[in-house]
């Protein structure tokens, strides 16, 4: 799994980059088409135009086969959770853009780039903006962002990725420790 830590470049905001392996139409794949984008992140459709509807069901335990209890804070969605978004910038295989519904009712918006890079790599620069101030929030966002991505890494290089939830605890308690400077 790759270790790299989200940064924090203007508040509110956290980004992510991933060195993947090409080409960059199968990663668009993994990011655009429910079947793959199931395997690593939530299950769901996207229309694929500026404007079209994106489709949000976190099932966490489907991301791995490891046995992976949910922790007690995380309860709620134990059963699942769904939720859209509306796509704002598509331009295949590079850019994607989609709002976020965050359970406040405050849209976010999550913004990946996919970049060429070298030896049939694609820099993935995944950008979340518009979360807010509120450290939980982002502490536990970080954490999610880096545990799935690291699940898509896996994926990308036919490993068997570990269980969601127990990377997911380790990751929030080094974004709590990043976050809030302890």
Do not use: C
């Not at 804070?73 to 859209?84: I, L, S």
């Not at 850019?95 to 790599?121: C, F, M, Q």
């Not at 290089?157 to 308690?173: A, C, D, T, Y």
């Amino acid at each position: 799994m790759n270790k790299q830590n989200g940064t924090f470049p203007e508040p509110g905001t956290i980004q992510f980059e991933r060195l993947l392996p090409g080409p960059a139409a199968r990663i668009w794949d993994y990011l655009t088409k429910s079947e793959l984008k199931a395997k690593w992140l939530s299950a769901g459709d996207v229309v694929p135009r500026v404007g079209g509807k994106i489709e949000f069901r976190f099932r966490h335990n489907d991301l791995s086969e490891a046995v992976d209890p949910i922790p007690e804070k995380y309860k709620h969605m134990e059963d699942g959770m769904y939720f859209e978004g509306r796509v704002t910038a598509w331009d295949p295989p590079r850019l994607l853009r989609y709002t976020w519904g965050e359970e406040s009712g405050e849209e976010s918006e999550v913004t990946y780039e996919l970049i060429p890079a070298t030896d049939n790599k694609i820099l993935l620069r995944l950008t979340h903006r518009r979360l807010g101030h509120d450290p939980a929030v982002l502490i536990s966002v970080a954490s999610g962002w880096h545990t799935h991505l690291g699940i898509l890494s896996d994926r990308l290089e036919n490993k068997e990725p570990e269980g969601f939830w127990s990377v997911h605890s380790r990751l929030e308690e080094v974004y709590k420790k990043q976050i809030l400077n302890i």
